[in-house]
């Protein structure tokens, strides 16, 4: 599946210039949430604002390389006419070289992206997890009074981990149920009014309780 998808990202962004590299970190993450070949392009198109920033990370990186290189061949130029100079070892404390301002200013522009943009990638991951969660835990019939605690800022690295959380929320939701109804059975143990509890038999009042708290309409 990664193979397919690197092969759609490289010609659907072709125009971007962005290294092999980067477009398989993208393939490798969206190959743990797509399973299916039919859901490769709509994958791909999500992650276009994503790879966008990317582009206008690399190519400010390559603006600060080309300046900075021409800053060294400068600094060579100077340095071959001052051959003749005595060599002087730079002061205790200082650099040979120092980076410009518009340099720096530029790296950590880069650096605020860079983190910006794994932010909103987190966002997005955490986004698709809590809504797949949710669609699992309502198709096993998990209540969502008995979840919804359970379930927030809760995080996952696969489909499986998720599948497997959402099994054990549905075993918790049962036992708890079961839990409940022999108590209220108990309860029932000696009626009023000269009513005879069945044994095994859930009165309708009770039964009516659960429905309404605990088991999905």
């Not at 397919?4 to 393939?27: M, R, S």
């Not at 790879?51 to 600094?75: F, P």
Request: charge should be negative.
């Amino acid at each position: 599946m990664n193979k397919k998808i690197l092969e759609t990202l490289k010609t659907k962004y072709k125009d971007l210039g962005l290294g092999e590299h980067i477009l398989k970190v993208f393939a490798d993450k969206l190959a743990k949430t797509v399973k299916e070949e039919s859901e490769i392009d709509t994958a791909v198109e999500d992650v276009e604002s994503d790879l966008r920033i990317y582009q206008s990370l690399t190519d400010q990186n390559r603006t600060l390389q080309k300046k900075i290189q021409e800053l060294e061949n400068a600094k060579e130029g100077d340095d071959k006419n001052l051959t003749t100079k005595p060599e002087q070892k730079p002061e205790e404390g200082t650099k040979d070289s120092e980076m410009p301002a518009w340099a720096q200013a530029l790296m950590e522009s880069n650096k605020t992206l860079s983190d910006s943009l794994q932010k909103l990638q987190a966002e997005k991951i955490q986004q698709s997890n809590a809504e797949k969660l949710t669609s699992k835990l309502k198709e096993l019939g998990v209540n969502e009074n008995f979840y919804k605690l359970h379930i927030e800022g809760k995080t996952f690295d696969n489909d499986e981990q998720l599948n497997v959380f959402a099994s054990q929320l549905k075993e918790c939701q049962d036992a708890y149920n079961q839990t409940l109804s022999n108590n209220l059975l108990k309860s029932q143990a000696n009626p009023l009014f000269g009513n005879k509890a069945v044994e095994g038999q859930i009165d309708a009042d009770v039964q009516n309780y659960i429905n309404q708290n605990f088991n999905e309409k």
